[in-house]
Nanobody, 128 residues
Framework: QVQLVESGGGSVQTGGSLRLSCAGS???????????MAWFRQAPGKEREGVAT???????NYADSVKGRFIISRDNDKNTLYLQMNSLQPEDTAMYYC???????????????????RGQGTQVTVSS
């Protein structure tokens, strides 16, 4: 059974950086590298928002709200997904989730409707 476990969240001040990790398990052989992976976030009282996606071949896409500040990457040898978050702002405060997403939903706007597996999340809090 596939499991995704996020880590790396925490509290930072405005302008700070964090690096989130998402360790995947339950993948047989090299199958992990064939999947679209994504990061989402959800703040209290708000809808879940797709933050970034990375295709099997490495193509990345970002929500406009994080473009130029966040970087999604993956290490297929370790079945691990990353999100480097720079220049953090209070509006980035949310629970961040990683997910395996259907290949035809591999875009931050479409990904929320294509989740196959999702982790439990890691909290990011940015104070001004």
């Amino acid at each position: 059974q596939v499991q995704l476990v996020e880590s790396g969240g925490g509290s930072v001040q405005t302008g700070g950086s964090l690096r989130l990790s998402c360790a995947g398990s339950g993948y047989s052989g090299y199958i992990y590298r064939s999947y679209c992976m994504a990061w989402f976030r959800q703040a209290p009282g708000k809808e879940r928002e797709g933050v970034a996606t990375i295709e099997a071949r490495g193509t990345t896409n970002y929500a406009d709200s994080v473009k130029g500040r966040f970087i999604i990457s993956r290490d297929n040898d370790k079945n691990t997904l990353y999100l480097q978050m720079n220049s953090l702002q209070p509006e980035d405060t949310a629970m961040y989730y990683c997910a395996q997403v259907l290949w035809n939903r591999c875009d931050p706007q479409m990904a929320p409707t294509g989740v196959q597996y999702r982790g439990q999340g890691t909290q990011v809090t940015v104070s001004s």
